[in-house]
Every structure is written in structure tokens, then in C-alpha cells.
């Protein structure tokens, strides 16, 4: 079988129902979907939090971020730090420990290479997923919260297949351009479907697999590919020769919004992008 083909078996396993994620992953969803749930109040999401030790950890971290501690009022216990989030954030949270761990189960023990490029591609997720934050507020003035969601889940094909690699040889031979034309995207869409990520997400992270940033940057999916074009980490399957239009824009995009530039944003924002970027490290 070619890459290709490859693709098209992993797609058609998890479209019917044959998800191969982690048993952490899996308690992972079950706390996102329970916090979505209206009947599900604050000591009830603490303790679904607490239950899961790598997310109680994350939440903490989180609130104590410069991007939610605005007040520097340092936070110790899981029921604060929930109250202080909201339950957006902390089913964004959930999501992340999903995706992270999707490339941490069985299918990467003992491959470094894929073990190398799951954490730099969790790396980039995580610098993604906090521009995106800052760059929903102060510049596309969408949702914050939802273009972190993004962030967190717009490489999950990805982190999938680097999950599978040990069922399919030769899945992470050569380059990765047939990852980027096809596969991540084939895989991503029903790989996403399973997470119930809502459609507005969806749309976007399509937004970001196949089209071209508007100027201005207005959408969800513009702050998406604004910021995986500006991350200090670039995603390892994407590279110079790519047709995505995020690759290398960092060392050239700049604009002005309102009466400030892009760059004077990202410099004023900089220890905000860092903490969150920092608290988002599963």
C-alpha cells in the first residue's frame, strides 16, 4: 500500500467506529462531553477535572496564565481555577489531553522518530493554539475561546496518523507532502467528527486546510492560519515546499490594525502567547 491508500484504510476505520485512541484519551472525551452537558454545574466539573491528574494539572496552569490572571492573584485548587476559565475553556482544555495523547499511546513506544515529531508537532499546536487566543481578541475580534479551540484541534489528523504509524510502515518514510495534500485532511475530518467539534470549528480548520487568509483577517479560519503562519514553531509535516499558505508568512506578513501593526501587537502580547503557550505543555 501507498501513503495514500494508507489514508483512505485509517479514514474508513475511524468512520466506523474504530477509533484507536489511549485509555487517557478516552477519559479525556468523557469529561468534555460532560461539561457540555447544561445540567452540569461548578462542583460537578471539579470534580470530573480532578479525576483526570494531567488535566487538573493543565487547568491550574491555565489559570494562573497571563491570559486569564490578569489580577497576578496566584490560584492552588482545581474548583478556583474552573471557576476562574469557565467551562469553554475547560472543555478546550479537555480537548488538548485528547490530542496529546493521541500520539503518546502504544502505536509510538519505542519509534523516536515519531516520538520526535509528535512533541514538535504538539509544540507548534500549543504556540497555535495561544496566538490564536491573542489574536481572536486584538485583531479578528472573534471568539478567543473557540480560536484556542482551534488551535488545540487543527492538527488532530496529524497527530492521529503519527498514532497509527506503527500499524502502517512506511507511513512516516520520506517527506510528508502527501500527508499535507490528502491525508490530513481525509483523516482529520472524521477523526474530528468523533470529537463532536462543532461545525463552526470544522469550517474553519477546512478554512485553514484549503484556502488563502483574507486581508483583513476577519474569520476564525483567518486567526487560525495567522497563527500557525506567525508560530515560532513550525509544524514538522508542513515544510518550504508546501502549498500551505501559512508556511514561512511569519518572516514577511505584518498590517496595521486600527492605528497599531500586527508586530506591536505580538510584542505587546508576548509574555501573555508565552505563559499560555507554556501551560498548554501536556
Keep these: 500500500m501507498n501513503k495514500k491508500e494508507f489514508f483512505t484504510a485509517i479514514a474508513a476505520d475511524v468512520s466506523q467506529g474504530e477509533l484507536a485512541f489511549p485509555t487517557s484519551a478516552r477519559v479525556a472525551m468523557k469529561v468534555r462531553q460532560a461539561l457540555g452537558d447544561p445540567g452540569c454545574h461548578l462542583d460537578a466539573a471539579a470534580k470530573l477535572v480532578q479525576a483526570e491528574p ?5 487547568v491550574v496552569a491555565i489559570a494562573n496564565s497571563v491570559a486569564f490572571n490578569r489580577s497576578g492573584r496566584e490560584i492552588t485548587d482545581v ?28 502505536g509510538m513506544k519505542g519509534n523516536e522518530a515519531g516520538e520526535t515529531l509528535a512533541a514538535q508537532l504538539w509544540e507548534h499546536t500549543a504556540c497555535v493554539a495561544s496566538l490564536a487566543h491573542v489574536l481572536a481578541r486584538r485583531v479578528t475580534k472573534v471568539d478567543p475561546d473557540t480560536a484556542m479551540f482551534a488551535g488545540i484541534v487543527h492538527e488532530v489528523g496529524g497527530f492521529y496518523l503519527l498514532s497509527r504509524a506503527k500499524e502502517y510502515p512506511g507511513l512516516l518514510d520520506g517527506d510528508f507532502d502527501a500527508w499535507t495534500e490528502s491525508g490530513e485532511a481525509e483523516v482529520g475530518r472524521v477523526v474530528l467528527k468523533v470529537l463532536a467539534v462543532p461545525e463552526q470549528v470544522l469550517d ?27 508560530s515560532p514553531v513550525p509544524s514538522p509535516l508542513r515544510t518550504k515546499g508546501s502549498d500551505d499558505p501559512s508556511v514561512g508568512m511569519a518572516a514577511s506578513i505584518d498590517m496595521m490594525i486600527g492605528e497599531e501593526s500586527l508586530s506591536s501587537i505580538l510584542e505587546e502580547s508576548y509574555e501573555e502567547v508565552r505563559s499560555l503557550t507554556e501551560a498548554l505543555k501536556f
Excluded at 54 to 58: E, H, I, N, P, V
Excluded at 85 to 106: E, H, K, Y
Design 54 to 58: 494531567l488535566l487538573s494539572a493543565r
Design 79 to 106: 474548583r478556583t481555577s474552573v471557576a476562574r476559565l469557565g467551562f469553554s475553556t475547560l472543555r478546550s482544555l479537555a480537548a488538548a489531553l485528547v490530542t496529546r495523547q493521541l500520539a503518546g499511546g502504544t
Design 204 to 230: 474553519a480548520i477546512n478554512y485553514f486546510w484549503n484556502g488563502y487568509m483574507g486581508m483583513p483577517a476577519t474569520s476564525l479560519g483567518d486567526t487560525l492560519l495567522l497563527a500557525a503562519g506567525l
